[in-house]
């Protein structure tokens, strides 16, 4: 069933200034977001003080537009517990139209202490599809920011099916990685796009190798580099797949840029709003006024009509261009240097031995406001030309006279100065009107109690053994095999990786049953992500999975929780991922109190001293692993040789000569590009008593076989024995991650 067309459009723009967010509005924006001065995805930006934030919130109301605050980044105890209600307080009051969140315990704090600020759940949550959406729905969010990844149908496949409003991007920069699962930056060098400080790897040059190191690429390195999104030229078939808010990326670009895009934008939208998609079509002069606001190497659809495709790349350079005519900044230079004014009426009243009277309105409110007592004129009787002049001098209020009239005598005289004072106490009250209607009572601080989370911790404390579990996570068959023989494993992890669509069923029930007789606990890995496409495959199986006989499954999206609830009726059985962001305490009692899952992995970018104050006892600890830096639906393999449909594993080379390798999944069609080091902490068991997680665990990938010999050895005298050790021992190359640094 097709989705119908939205006679409503919301154009959605980026400030990262106040002098942007007037632009923006000045050239047709709906709603604006912008980044105060914490918690926000652009760290580097000029962003919002308190007291810009407040005169962006008014001003956005003013004007009959809405402004979004992202709090998109994710937060720990310290954050969450001290500095996050205080920091939204007054915003809340103040009218803020909603928060942007992808921290899912910052969503269940500000459903608890302030339920009437709309939250939208940021792309950085990579919802992919129907399961998810409708998860965040329910659970508070009302819209979804969807993956930039989806096709349109896709999207139309949410808008039938989960009552929320969906937002989308339609212009500018787009990230390699699916959103939210990029830890390349972070790992490299400790600027995490998870805390807003993303160092764009991405855009660098690679070499791209094959297993023979035969170069695939030469030409060609900027294999990661995606060109800008521009969607102009198919707008309605956007709005007709369901999305309501068309949202244009740009918080560090210039007022110039991102009024000139809203202003082109605007102009179509509202075209297609009028006059229906029949006669749409972009002029050429239009198409070049968005390529010259700037591009990176020209322009792409991005995903909403191809999974991957090679013309999404940037080619040979990944440089960011504008055009260098003054001409095209002067087409937007209005919108700037210019304020935009509402339009109201007013009328003035003079009658001698009367207070004189001005009385101002709009569609909304009228407001009157009483003067001094009119005189009789002695000398030179006021004028009403001359008092039009000046009252129609309306400065730096938000508003300008479309019709005002003056009745009056003809002898009569007041000051000009206590006139105009008349006039100014009038658009304050009329502007107070206005914003009176955004502002809120004060908000709860009284954070609901979660009673199953305390009561579930003290029946696991019940049930747990002495020492932690001991997981072994595989990608490989080798890792697997060599995990059912170490007694001490008690947990093993079996990764989708090493199942393809058409044997996972039978080849997985074998390794069900050589786990049971190793008499481990066996536990299912979902894929990475999880598409209508991999959902529909996995609805076909869910009856014969279940008769497995699993111990339960280990989720990576919001999409496999949601669609896995319908399934699992012990939440119990469903423990997260990484990928699934716990920084605090908050998000994890959110998952708890919301979803009834309770063990969760600890985010691999928390430092020692957040893990000491952080609740770890129903957590797992990466303690060895390469870890997937990103998860995209690019394909390097494609873009260098072909798709033939065969899963493998390419290396990107670097500019330092470091090789990180990348899998090419084709059962569910997505890369993972991998850290070149492993993540090695099996030689810091010294504080892992005080860290005191629910489990350890190793996760292998592409390791030799007596390379997870080795390790499996020295986990065994360290975690087993209590032993102690040196990572050379059995590697020649690891890393610490972020156990010591942290991410700011």
Known sequence: MKAEANTELELLAPAGSFETLKAVIHAGADAVYVGGSMFGARAYAQNFNREEMLAAIDYGHI??????????????????????????????????????????????FIRGHFPALPIHAST??????????????????????TARELSLEEIAAIHREVDVEIESFIHGALCYSYSGQCLFSSMLGGRSGN???????????????????????????????????????????????????????????SAQYAAGIVSVYRYYMDKYLDEGKESYAVT?????????????????????????????????????????????????????????????????????????????WDEKFQVETDGDIVQQAMKRPLEKETILEKLNKTGNTPFVFENLEVEMEEDVFLPMTAINHMRQEALDLLKIKHLKLYRRKKASVVFPESPEWEQYCEEYEDKTAEKPDIIISSESESGFRQALKREWVTDIYLDSILYTHGNLISKLREDVKSCREAEKRVYFMMPAIFRADTRAFYTGIMEELLLLKLDGFVIRSYDELGFLKEYVHDMAQIRLDAGLYTFSDGAKKAFVKDTGVFRDTIPVELNR??????????????????????????????????????????????????EFPVRNHCPDCYNILYNAKPLFLLHLSEDFGRINPAAFRIHFTLEEEHEIQAVLNFAGKTLVDGGTGHPEECLSDYTNGHYKRGVE
């Not at 952080?614 to 303690?623: E, P």
């Open 63 to 108: 004007h009959n537009r809405k402004v979004f605050l992202t709090v998109n980044t994710l937060l720990k105890n310290r954050e969450i517990n001290t500095a996050l209600y205080e920091y939204l307080l007054p915003y809340y009051e103040a009218g803020l139209d909603a928060v942007i969140v992808q921290d899912f315990g910052v969503m269940n």
């Open 124 to 145: 950085q949550m990579t919802i992919t599809g129907v399961d998810g959406a409708r998860l965040l729905q329910e659970l508070g969010a009302s819209r979804i920011v």
């Open 195 to 253: 805390r807003g400080r993303c160092a764009q790897p991405c855009r660098l040059p690679y070499e791209v190798y094959d297993e023979k190191h035969h170069l695939l690429n030469p030409g060609s390195p900027y294999i990661l580099s995606l060109k800008d999104l521009n969607t102009l030229e198919f707008l309605p078939q956007i709005a007709e797949s369901g999305v309501y808010s068309f949202k244009i990326e740009g918080r560090m670009k």
């Open 284 to 360: 050429k002069e239009d198409a070049k006024k968005i390529y010259d606001f700037g591009n990176r190497n020209g322009f792409t659809d991005g995903y909403y009509h191809a999974r991957n495709d090679v013309d999404m790349l940037t080619g040979e350079t990944s440089s960011h261009s504008k055009s260098s005519d003054e001409r095209t900044y002067q087409l937007v230079s209005g919108y700037i240097e210019k304020d935009l004014k509402e339009k109201i009426n007013g009328k003035l009243t003079l009658f001698k031995g009367k207070h004189a009277m001005i009385q101002v």
């Open 609 to 658: 001293g957040e893990l000491l104050h952080r609740s770890n006892r129903m957590s797992d600890l990466f303690v060895y692993g390469k870890l997937p830096l990103m998860i995209s639906a690019g394909c390097v393999r494609k873009n260098t040789v072909s798709c033939k449909k065969q899963s493998g594993i390419l290396y990107l080379k670097d500019r330092y000569g470091v």
